[in-house]
């Protein structure tokens, strides 16, 4: 029992690390013993990242791989490069994700699609092309960021698309997990509140938004670096076994009132 958080020997992907939470995603994964493969449309972000790890853990494989995760046949390449590199796939962080905030009468068919097929579809199709090679050796750990926003709204900024898209990657987790629960492969999400990416610094936190948000958040205060790593490292090691089908919301306390 005391080796439950370590991830040596195991390998990773994590969909969605060119920049962000993704990044410290993977750096924390590294540090825990794992190799990596990180995935993402910006090649040459991706490569950045990967020697930045590599510099601070140079014992790990990490491998940057270009892959948008709305196209099919990019993700089973993508799927099949990793199985060449490691032999297997232990852990998968579905973490890609892009948000709009326009209200939905001026919402247009493009951007509603761009929102839903990144952060739905994506999990999806990733989780699809993974979980076949996790199901041959009856192991798996699949970790899905979802959102609070996938089980409240926002009344200041309408993102209409991510509440949707978020909200089935809840439920989606639920049901893949209860699939393959018997398959020794555990699905669950976490569901992160107000943390300062690329992707949130012109929208959640602009500032009637974040004024309202640490008016009502509990804690008074969006997340700090480094606050999701104890969620996801609970989802990705054995200290999971017996858990699944779960969204863990780590929000300082917003989604409890």
């Given at each position: 029992?005391?080796?439950?958080?370590?991830?040596?020997?195991?390998?990773?992907?994590?969909?969605?690390?060119?920049?962000?939470?993704?990044?410290?995603?993977?750096?924390?994964?590294?540090?825990?013993?794992?190799?990596?493969?990180?995935?993402?449309?910006?090649?040459?972000?991706?490569?950045?990242?990967?020697?930045?790890?590599?510099?601070?853990?140079?014992?790990?494989?990490?491998?940057?791989?270009?892959?948008?995760?709305?196209?099919?046949?990019?993700?089973?390449?993508?799927?099949?490069?990793?199985?060449?590199?490691?032999?297997?796939?232990?852990?998968?962080?579905?973490?890609?994700?892009?948000?709009?905030?326009?209200?939905?009468?001026?919402l247009e068919e493009e951007a509603w699609d761009r929102v839903l097929d990144t952060d739905l579809k994506g999990v999806f199709l990733m989780s699809k092309h993974v979980i076949r090679h996790m199901k041959e050796r009856n192991y798996g750990k699949i970790v899905n960021t979802a959102s609070m926003l996938g089980l409240t709204a926002s009344a200041s900024v309408p993102t209409h698309s991510y509440n949707a898209a978020k909200g089935g990657v809840i439920h989606l987790t639920r049901g893949v997990a209860a699939t393959?629960?018997?398959?020794?492969?555990?699905?669950?999400?976490?569901?992160?509140?107000?943390?300062?990416?690329?992707?949130?610094?012109?929208?959640?936190?602009?500032?009637?938004?974040?004024?309202?948000?640490?008016?009502?958040?509990?804690?008074?205060?969006?997340?700090?670096?480094?606050?999701?790593?104890?969620?996801?490292?609970?989802?990705?090691?054995?200290?999971?076994?017996?858990?699944?089908?779960?969204?863990?919301?780590?929000?300082?306390?917003?989604?409890?009132?």
């Amino acid at each position: 029992m005391t080796n439950l958080f370590d991830l040596t020997g195991k390998t990773a992907i994590i969909a969605g690390a060119s920049s962000g939470i993704g990044v410290q995603f993977a750096e924390m994964l590294a540090e825990q013993g794992a190799d990596i493969a990180i995935l993402a449309r910006r090649y040459d972000k991706l490569v950045a990242v990967a020697e930045d790890i590599r510099a601070k853990y140079p014992e790990r494989r990490i491998i940057p791989i270009e892959c948008d995760v709305r196209k099919e046949d990019q993700i089973i390449v993508a799927v099949q490069k990793v199985m060449e590199a490691f032999g297997k796939i232990d852990i998968l962080l579905n973490n890609a994700g892009v948000v709009d905030a326009v209200p939905i009468e001026a919402l247009e068919e493009e951007a509603w699609d761009r929102v839903l097929d990144t952060d739905l579809k994506g999990v999806f199709l990733m989780s699809k092309h993974v979980i076949r090679h996790m199901k041959e050796r009856n192991y798996g750990k699949i970790v899905n960021t979802a959102s609070m926003l996938g089980l409240t709204a926002s009344a200041s900024v309408p993102t209409h698309s991510y509440n949707a898209a978020k909200g089935g990657v809840i439920h989606l987790t639920r049901g893949v997990a209860a699939t393959y629960a018997k398959h020794g492969i555990t699905v669950n999400a976490i569901g992160p509140s107000l943390f300062k990416t690329e992707m949130t610094e012109n929208t959640l936190f602009a500032e009637k938004a974040l004024k309202m948000y640490n008016a009502v958040c509990p804690m008074g205060r969006p997340g700090n670096p480094g606050e999701l790593n104890g969620a996801v490292l609970y989802f990705a090691s054995d200290a999971s076994s017996y858990t699944t089908g779960q969204t863990l919301f780590v929000d300082g306390g917003w989604t409890i009132i």
